[in-house]
């Protein structure tokens, strides 16, 4: 139980275009989900913190408007890209919290973003 | 958020147990304490959860001393697909706060 994925696993973009990445939790209802980046070699970064019918909390440092994310139901958050860029160029992994005997975090596959 | 500090790698060989320590002084007393494992291009998953003394599931142990200002993850009789980064949180209380990552440990096994 407690499976999460993300679609696609991987994209390649061309710069100035906005591209969106689905995190979709398979089993289980998440009222939160959480949104990460990881670059090569790298621990994962936190990026914002996505709750469901309401905005998102994002960490210091991440635009906003850069990454757009909405969490219209309990099973769905994305992440949008916009105006990306090839800084943008990462891997991008989200979690949902649920309940298994203690408060987890279940991750998605991932997806990786190039920007040319 | 608890800051945890782990090796930064650790080298094995097959069939070896393998032992894994996290500090974590600041742990709060609603804080579970969790691993993780993730391969490279993967999402991190989930291996074991516990807030004290042990646990042990089909694949890893959890030990927990009294103070819970510590633990160790024991992985049985590790193969050369146990390579991978082990991260050690702490967290995840009913309320919204998210996981914090710390650098993990590299993992790697030989044959």
């Known amino acids: 139980g407690a499976v999460v994925s993300q679609h696609p696993s991987r994209v390649i973009c061309k710069s100035g275009t906005s591209v969106k990445i689905e995190c979709r939790s398979l089993?289980?209802?998440?009222?939160?989900m959480f949104w990460y980046r990881q670059f090569p070699k790298k621990s994962l970064m936190l990026m914002a913190t996505?709750?469901?019918?309401?905005?998102?909390?994002?960490e210091q440092g991440v635009e906003k408007d850069k990454f757009l994310i909405n969490h219209a139901s309990l099973t769905l958050s994305t992440l949008t890209v916009t105006s990306a860029h090839p800084e943008d160029s990462s891997f991008y992994i989200c979690?949902?919290?649920?309940?298994?005997?203690?408060?987890?975090?279940?991750f998605g596959p991932g997806t990786r973003l190039l920007v040319l | 958020l608890a800051k945890t500090t782990q090796p930064i790698s650790m080298d094995s060989y097959e069939g070896q147990e393998v032992n894994i320590t996290c500090s974590h002084n600041?742990?709060?007393?609603?804080?579970?304490i969790t691993w993780y494992q993730q391969f490279p291009s993967q999402g991190p998953r989930f291996i074991i959860q516990?807030?004290?003394t042990k646990v042990k599931n089909e694949v890893a142990s959890l030990f927990i001393p009294a103070d819970r200002k510590s633990s160790t993850l024991s992985l049985p009789r590790v193969s050369l697909s146990d390579t991978a980064v082990y991260y050690c949180?702490?967290?995840?209380?009913?309320?919204?706060?998210?996981?914090?990552f710390g650098s993990g440990t590299r993992l790697q096994v030989q044959p």
């Open positions: 979690s949902a919290r649920a309940w298994r005997g203690g408060e987890t975090q279940y």
């Open positions: 089993d289980f209802q998440a009222t939160t």
């Open positions: 996505s709750n469901e019918g309401s905005k998102a909390t994002y």
């Open positions: 600041n742990i709060a007393t609603n804080d579970y």
């Open positions: 516990g807030y004290k």
């Open positions: 949180l702490v967290g995840g209380d009913t309320g919204r706060r998210a996981l914090t």
